[in-house]
């Protein structure tokens, strides 16, 4: 089934509910919406879209992430949301090999740098000109009846060890799993509810607009267009039911506010939160000063969104004494995903022993777009292989305790080693470096490189680094060391680096 459908079912059934509110911009009942959907479907069509083609969305926050997302599934063509936080040689790579040949922006990308760095041509829509306006005004288009549940909607570039980004292939079956999952599991959307992007809906924010447009709930856009600590405080005064997918680090930002406040949010139905760690002692404090109000979720863009789940009524619960070691953990594993722990055998591991986390299930990505060698080990025995770490208890909650494939994240953000360590080796200062994360209390992670420098300090490599990486995948901090702990084949020994940075 083409997810357009559900977009179009909730129309007919609420067509003057609420469906878009972006603050002091634009408001959109369920019946305009599907009125803009259609008419920018047919507006595609006049560029050249047609089904089957990628359609790139590099866009800070904005009503019309909604209405593009629903117009490439009606016409069957493939969204890829990109964040815009990406360098512009990022954005290149991404567009080239997607050949995508369409992208839609806001004013703040750099599209004169994307352009030069391209090695095929892009034809750039800027969301609030004049041009976007056009397409409205186009032959309304139809829903695309060919497509299938086995076709690509949303492709979700991560970047990966090699250091270039894989761009997960995400179908409609993948993404009616996910919705199904988060109606059953995560959050009972309803019409009258209100979902805030704080975070970029490039990604988590944005996969959780696809439930809630089924269920008739209303996006609400902030006018900062992301997360804004006081806008938030003023959206939870008046807006009720209102509810929002946040990164820890967001979280606890708002912990601190309403705790300096003496209050507690009343229109709060709900935070969903994940993308990284939120320690326990963090946990408690979050839930003394919000209430009973926070979701756990542990996904990937391998499978969004959907491998476990720690329920708000799992974070107050003590029936057995084990709460603490519960909010420890990542929940249990959604409805109709399978995870398991598999040891280096490939056979499950038992309760308590450590092993990789692996994953089936509907809500499984199809693969890597154009890297058959990535897909197949990605999904060898038929599980999604996570690359985490972790352990079951006999009660089959999940707690993660290693990455095995180095990934920082930070403030939400997946941030890979690789990739910056052959960024900063571009420069011809630096001999060797070896990137890994510390623990940082508000981000929940660091980028930290230990260098191996001849004539380059710590100010020459920011800059060089932001000539060629997104800004929030930098350093926060540089090491400098006259050599890196070795094997004896060679590698670095990325442990000792971590102990050497304890102290």
């Given at each position: ?26 408001e ?55 964040n ?61 009846d ?9 492709l ?8 270039k ?7 409609h ?5 996910m ?53 938030i ?23 601190d ?169 571009l ?31 710590a ?45």
């Amino acid at each position: 089934m083409n997810l357009a459908y559900t977009l179009f079912r909730t129309a007919r059934r609420v067509p003057r509910a609420i469906a878009v509110i972006e603050r002091d911009r634009v408001e959109l009942d369920y019946g305009r919406l599907a009125e803009r959907v259609l008419a920018l479907a047919g507006g595609l069509q006049s560029l050249g879209v047609d089904a089957g083609d990628r359609v790139g969305l590099l866009m800070k926050n904005c009503a019309q992430y909604v209405e593009l997302m629903y117009a490439c599934w009606t016409l069957g063509a493939c969204a890829i949301p990109m964040n815009t936080r990406l360098h512009a040689k990022e954005v290149a790579w991404i567009l080239d090999d997607a050949a995508a040949r369409v992208c839609f922006v806001t004013d703040d990308a750099d599209t004169a740098g994307i352009a030069s760095a391209r090695s095929g041509a892009t034809t750039f829509v800027d969301v609030d000109g004049a041009d976007y306006r056009r397409l409205l005004h186009a032959q309304p288009g139809t829903l695309h009846d060919a497509s299938r549940a086995s076709q690509p909607a949303w492709l979700f570039y991560t970047s990966g060890t090699t250091g270039k980004p894989k761009g997960v292939l995400l179908t409609h079956r993948n993404l009616l799993a996910m919705t199904l999952n988060y109606l059953a599991d995560v959050d009972r959307a309803a019409i009258g509810e209100h979902l805030v992007h704080a975070a970029p809906m490039s990604h988590g924010s944005g996969l959780y607009m696809v439930p809630n447009v089924a269920a008739g709930a209303a996006q609400v856009i902030p006018a900062a267009r992301g997360f804004d600590v006081d806008e938030i405080q003023q959206i939870l005064a008046y807006t009720p039911h209102t509810k929002f997918f946040a990164a820890p680090t967001m979280v606890m930002r708002l912990v601190d506010a309403y705790a300096a406040r003496g209050e507690t949010p009343q229109q709060l139905k709900s935070i969903i939160y994940g993308g990284g760690p939120m320690y326990v002692a963090d946990s408690v404090r979050a839930l003394e000063v919000l209430g009973p109000r926070l979701v756990q979720i542990y996904g990937q863009g391998e499978s969004p969104m959907t491998i476990t789940v720690l329920t708000a009524e799992e974070h107050m619960d003590d029936h057995d004494g084990r709460r603490l070691e519960r909010l420890g953990s990542v929940g249990r594993a959604q409805t109709g995903v399978e995870v398991t722990v598999l040891g280096e055998d490939g056979c499950p591991a038992p309760a308590s022993a450590i092993g990789e986390v692996c994953v089936r299930g509907d809500s499984v990505m199809a693969g890597y777009l154009n890297n058959p060698q990535a897909t197949a080990d990605a999904l060898a025995g038929g599980w999604l292989h996570t690359g985490d770490l972790g352990r079951f208890d006999n009660a089959g909650y999940l707690t993660l305790v290693d990455r095995n494939k180095d990934l920082i994240i930070s403030g939400g953000s997946n941030i890979y080693p690789r990739e910056v360590e052959e960024a900063l080796l571009l420069h011809p200062g630096v001999r060797e470096v070896a990137v890994i994360g510390e623990p940082d209390a508000e981000w929940g992670e660091a980028v930290v490189a230990i260098v191996v420098a001849s004539g380059a300090d710590a100010a020459a490599l920011d800059a060089h680094c932001l000539a060629q990486i997104a800004r929030f995948k930098r350093p926060k901090r540089y090491v400098f060391v006259d050599e890196l702990p070795k094997n004896a084949t060679g590698k670095v020994l990325k442990r000792e680096l971590r102990a050497l940075l304890r102290g």
